[in-house]
């Protein structure tokens, strides 16, 4: 197919969008290392090409290359475009950076930089006059005056004739070598999104350009290595992949067997480790911007990268994060910070430093795991935010980079009431033994709250689930020795006798026809001072077998446990939207996972400050070298 049939029209009236043609890595400039490409199309079509330029007039564009028509524009002021000066002024060393391109025609190339209030103004231009020859030009901008915020980015722009652009980057002065570097993708029974992703990378040949290895850490039974696709990636990266297949040991088990091979390997200098979620639509961009910026950091620092909502794409999760050790919660914004914001509408101008990132895709140092270990065996979840916090304890900080980036799935459409909740309560009680001086009269107090709306509210599941973490997190240490094998197979099956944590198709609830329940809305929220009152009513009114008996169907939106304990026999909308899930009212249950409960959070009362002297006196043992390559059978 040649170029002009792969032409699409766009969304854009006014503009005209090209598959990009297979082109091999551009030489790099001497002296200059390339930080940041200027793309022009995202990875897929899934994605608006407007994360990447906005454009005005007639313009054709590619990835790498765009071509504008007369009276037309590209502007890059958008999130994977902008240059993110004041993360750059902060903690690397550049003082400059330097906007190249390849340009043909006649037009004009401007720098222009905003500050943390987002207002703008130019700091460098040059006019653009090739007689239709290509030529590389170079506009060169201070990165200072940016530490509270503020970003750079490039406008282009033709009036009278037609000018064509490509080869874009941003680059600043470098000299030594770049780091090794290393990818590593973390998989179990997700063969088709791994190879994908694999692939989205092998098929970028600048983003590997500067890695060495890509390590793919197969922990399932339906194994990558069967797809076709792995066969043709494979044949791509040639010896830079390596294929490991172990038991399932988690995120955290996979993830750290990157480490593990990156530490083993006989060389005196560091290296870079980059995570990456096999289950992500992957911009291989993100690989270039996180190793480039950990090679100019004043010390070694985690960089991560922001995470992109993959059935919302246009939107970001959140642009920095902290952690609320006390009360066990994670995911917390970070003042100023973006949350399930658009970013397609707004720019994040402010700076914000991160208490750890995401391991969707997470930049690592091997210098920090050699200060301070290696990640607890955890399974999943809080892996990698108690591998942050203990960083940072140890002064290596997290860095969370606007403008790298994947597309995971939306976490408001993951629900809460599965099994790897108990790891997330687990863990986060872990983490915060590890970390913190853990307050156990005050979190009971928290959990006897949540285990009673549970109960309440027919998530027997969710109760027992609760209850396991607290009695599993009390036997201390030892618990761990497995890596979290056989908790992960326990808590599967004995959450598996609660009815209501089956997922059922909404056109075949188990003993009902589709009419024998309507929608019943939720009502207003209860004020702040009447919740315990209210939960007590409840509570009251279910122990004397006074709620309705007829089924209702309630909306994810309104499964609030104040409303969905008003009925007998619900029929609760799934937060993921592919199904029900059906709560019965148990009264034998219901008092048996109160009695334990109250036992176990008893325990955590009484018991906390000595399993804190347990878990911390274990650390050392737990995140050595020589245990992890006991779990790897090494």
Known sequence: MDEAEAVVTSTSTSTTTTTDRPTPAPTRDPGLLTVQRALFVGPSSLVSDDMYADVTGSVVRERTRAHLGRKS????????????????????????VRFVADVAGAGTVELIATDFNGRKRTVATEAVDTNSASQRIS????????????????????????????????????????????????????????????????????????????????QGTDQVQSRPEFTRVSELLGDKLVYITQPNLGGAGGFTRGLFEVQGVDRSEPANVIFMDDDVLCEPEAVVRLNTFANLTVEPAIIGAQMLYLLHPDRVHVGAEVADLQKLQAGIQVKDAFLDRNVLKKRQETRVDAGYNGWWSCLIPSEIVSQVGYPLPLFFQWDDIEFGYRSRANGFATVTLPGAAVWHADFAWKDWDEWHRYFNIRNAMITAVMHIDLDGKKLAKQLRT??????????????????????????????????????????????????????????????????????????????????????????????RGTLPAHPVAISAADAHWWHVSLFSHAVVTDSSQEGVRVRKRDKKRALALLVRGRAALKALRERTPEVQRQYRAAMPQLTSRENWARLYGE
């Open 450 to 543: 949540d285990l009673y709306r549970y109960l309440v509210s027919m998530q027997y599941g969710m109760a027992f689930t609760l209850i396991k973490a607290v009695e599993d997190f009390l036997k201390g240490p030892g618990h761990l020795e497995d890596g979290g094998m056989e908790a992960a197979g326990a808590i599967r099956r004995e959450r598996a006798e609660y009815g209501e944590t089956a997922r059922h198709s909404g056109n075949d609830v188990p003993d009902l026809r589709p009419a024998d329940m309507v929608i019943t809305p939720a009502g207003p929220f209860p004020s702040k001072s009447l919740e315990w009152a209210v939960l007590a009513k409840r509570a009251l009114s279910q122990w």
């Open 139 to 218: 506009l060169t901008a201070k990165v200072d005056r940016f530490l509270d915020g503020g970003a750079l980015f490039a406008r282009i722009s033709t009036q009278s004739d037609e000018l064509t652009v490509e080869n874009a980057e941003w680059s600043v002065p470098f000299e030594g070598p770049l780091r090794p570097a290393a990818v590593v993708i973390c998989t179990f029974n997700r063969a088709d999104d791994c190879a994908a992703t694999l692939a989205a990378m092998a098929d970028d040949p600048v983003a590997l350009r500067d890695v060495e290895a890509v390590y793919v850490v197969d």
């Open 73 to 96: 524009s590209v502007d890059t002021n958008t999130y994977f475009g902008r240059f993110p000066a004041s993360y750059w002024q902060r903690w690397t060393t550049a003082t400059e």
